[in-house]
């Protein structure tokens, strides 16, 4: 087998593969939180032994509405904004790879975080309109340099594991110090449920945002574990940063469950007529 075709990207199964975002420190005076669950899409590669030839590339999105923000590749689509309150996203892609003393594979490059907030603009007084008006998106972007670990298997397991399995979980784990925006982001964002095999509709039909008012979703729910507050995605009840019993001050942990979608299956070969 040629090494192009050794090397060639696996797609995620984005119905399938989701990222867990933790906050706090693991101590015996506080515990981490999970604070937000995101669908995820993208490319991997790890078909071959050779560091330089593996790479790593997602998208991760807030479930329901947010999930509109991916292509059918994997993607972020550019100019789309989806109609949550406040959000976050994220997209990486691995500049390099190795295999570290541990037999564990990591991944460094950049990650680029997408934050975007509307504020809702509270009527006059005296107004017989109760319908509420909401300003522009506002849309902070920031990277990082970031490095995800594949947790399990080791490099020297890796082929034997993939020709059974398709599921696996990658980690990083990022101090306050080397991306100071990102808690912020992260905990100023609505993490509506994601769901396995998610099909999301309008619970009536919408032109714009502020038509919006809500989604009817069927599929496989991913919850926060444990879950500290209700999904929500609009509303006139949301209060700012969200506040949890775990200190935030420690580093944002992500954790990626990626499914890989299978290889196409070989075609048959042709039976040979009979003479």
């Not at 015996?28 to 790593?56: D, H, I, K, Y």
């Not at 082929?159 to 100023?188: K, N, Q, W």
Request: charged letters at 15%.
């Amino acid at each position: 087998m040629c090494a192009a075709a050794q090397t060639a990207p696996a797609p995620l199964d984005a119905g399938h593969s989701y990222a867990s975002l933790w906050m706090g420190r693991q101590t015996e005076v506080s515990e981490m939180v999970n604070v937000g669950v995101a669908q995820v899409g993208g490319a991997l590669a790890l078909r071959t032994q050779t560091p330089p030839a593996f790479s790593l590339e997602f998208t991760l999105v807030p479930g329901g509405a947010g999930a509109g923000l991916l292509t059918p590749e994997g993607t972020l689509r550019s100019g789309v904004i989806v109609p949550i309150m406040r959000y976050t996203a994220m997209t990486f892609r691995s500049a390099s790879a190795r295999i570290r003393h541990d037999g564990r594979i990591e991944f460094t490059g950049a990650l680029e975080v997408i934050h975007v907030t509307r504020e809702e603009i509270s009527p006059a007084w005296n107004s017989a309109n109760n319908t509420p008006s909401y300003t522009d998106p506002q849309t902070t972007r920031t990277s990082r340099t970031v490095t995800f670990v594949l947790a399990a298997p080791r490099a020297e397991s890796l082929a034997r594991y993939l020709s059974t399995h398709r599921e696996l979980v990658f980690s990083a784990s990022i101090d306050h110090g080397a991306f100071p925006e990102l808690p912020g982001m992260v905990l100023d964002s609505d993490w509506p449920m994601v769901a396995e095999d998610e099909h999301c509709e309008p619970v009536k039909p919408w032109v714009n945002v502020l038509d919006f008012s809500g989604w009817d979703c069927t599929g496989k729910a991913i919850s926060t574990t444990p879950s500290y507050q209700p999904a929500q995605t609009t509303g006139r009840d949301y209060s700012g940063l969200r506040r949890y019993n775990a200190p935030m001050d420690g580093p944002v942990t992500i954790l990626l469950h990626v499914t890989l979608v299978p290889p196409p299956a070989a075609a048959a070969p042709p039976v040979p007529h009979a003479p």
